[in-house]
């Protein structure tokens, strides 16, 4: 009994000690909605320098669409930098990101010829098997024995996850932007 009383009482100190606070929890729907508006207008302020320095419509539209994922991902971080928040927060912009390579992705084999679309298929699903093998490697080495623990090495895995997708994305964005201008 001794021993379940100690368990209990270890496991509640160490929930007091490591519990994130209230501010964890994802933010208010108002802070949400002003870090929105805001970016909206910064993202209005970067359109038009785009347009100032005679960028085309595709990579204006691309520019403009990623500097809002990174924008809003920038202030909800400021808004709460906890490790939760942090981690839901880059979730979010790889969500993001990730619908916007599917975006190019279709919009680039709309543009191939049938024979040249299987090649696309292939690069994306070696591509899809890099991405998992490469984010369980991240995840092996952020183990404790190899990079020294805590809670920082999710945000850690979480940040080389997102690198991955923004690479691929501007990868399939520079095929379909050569092969539009071309086509």
Do not use: P
């Amino acid at each position: 009994m001794k021993n379940v009383i100690a368990v209990v009482f270890a496991t509640f100190c160490a929930n007091c000690l490591f519990a994130q606070s209230k501010r964890a929890e994802m933010l208010d729907t108002s802070i949400l909605d002003k870090i929105n508006r805001q970016v909206a207008i910064e993202a209005l302020q970067f359109k038009k320098q785009l347009i100032n320095n005679k960028t085309d419509q595709e990579r204006i539209v691309f520019c403009v669409d990623t500097f809002v994922i990174r924008h809003i991902e920038a202030e909800r971080i400021k808004a709460n930098n906890t490790t939760l928040s942090i981690n839901k927060t880059v979730i979010g912009a790889i969500n993001a990101y990730d619908a916007l390579l599917q975006d190019y992705y279709n919009k680039l084999g709309s543009l191939l010829l049938t024979i040249d679309k299987a090649d696309l298929l292939t690069s994306n699903n070696a591509w899809i098997n890099y991405q998992k093998t490469e984010i369980k490697l991240i995840g092996d080495l952020s183990k404790d024995k190899y990079s020294g623990g805590g809670t920082i090495q999710t945000n850690i895995e979480a940040e080389l996850d997102e690198k991955i997708v923004m690479e691929r994305l501007d990868r399939i964005f520079n095929y379909y932007d050569t092969v539009f201008k071309n086509h």
